[in-house]
């Protein structure tokens, strides 16, 4: 893989979109969904996952409960219970999926050899993945606290993985500035955390992904690279 390359480039080469998320939950949590019919199963997780980041927007997920989301999805609550029993399950689907790219997309580059072209790779890659499932992963920001005590421990781990693995590349990075690496990496990511958290702000401004994402590689490299 190319370290450099835009979000439409990004978008071809990697199967994140909303049939694969969909068919991912229902393998993943074929033990628990007891709807057997595929088609109808894709449909109906788009429609109860969809509605989910709707009504968490609006009244918050904590304050929603599984009634709401049978309104919102047109499911009666039998129905609902043919895909999740509770609350909890919902949102340990939805960390889940963000655990899985932000593990998977990584390794899409590890043979860059530069460690600086490997750390853009990395850079876009997450900015993209960010922007492909960006209510998943202001979810998984906003409301982890809702989480079983396991489910933010493992969300924790998640995040500190990919810290890790940005800063194991910085630290490869020769003659770079006198600074800690996992400091750097930390930076990185709040940086595009920034861009999924707070998109009102970007949109106001009218910055695509990859005006984000070059600028980013910008700062990156010029500080990196000084």
Known sequence: MPAQFDFQ????????DGVNIWAYLLDRYADRITVKRRKPALENLEK????????????????MNLRDLCGETGLSMGGLYGYISSK?????????????????????????????DRLEA???????????????????????????????????ESELHVQALF????AQVPNRPHASADLIAAHIMAMFQDWYVKRWKYRAA?????????????????????
Not at 9 to 16: D, G, I, N, V
Not at 92 to 110: G, K, L, N, Q
């Open 9 to 16: 480039h990004f978008q071809a080469r990697t199967p994140l």
């Open 206 to 226: 009218d910055i695509d992904p990859d005006r984000f994402a070059d600028s980013a590689v910008r700062m990156m490299r010029g500080y990196l690279s000084a």
């Open 167 to 170: 800063a194991e590349v910085i």
């Open 48 to 63: 109860i996952f969809n509605a989910t980041f709707k009504l968490a927007n609006d009244v918050g997920f904590r304050a």
């Open 88 to 116: 909890d399950q919902l949102a340990e689907m939805i960390e889940d999926v963000v655990r899985h790219a932000t593990h998977e997309v990584p390794r899409m580059y590890a043979d860059i050899g530069d460690p600086l």
């Open 122 to 156: 990395l850079i876009r890659a997450s900015i993209y993945v960010s922007e492909i499932l960006q209510p998943w992963f202001y979810f998984v920001f906003m409301d982890s606290r809702v989480l079983q005590a396991e489910q933010r421990g493992t969300a924790k």
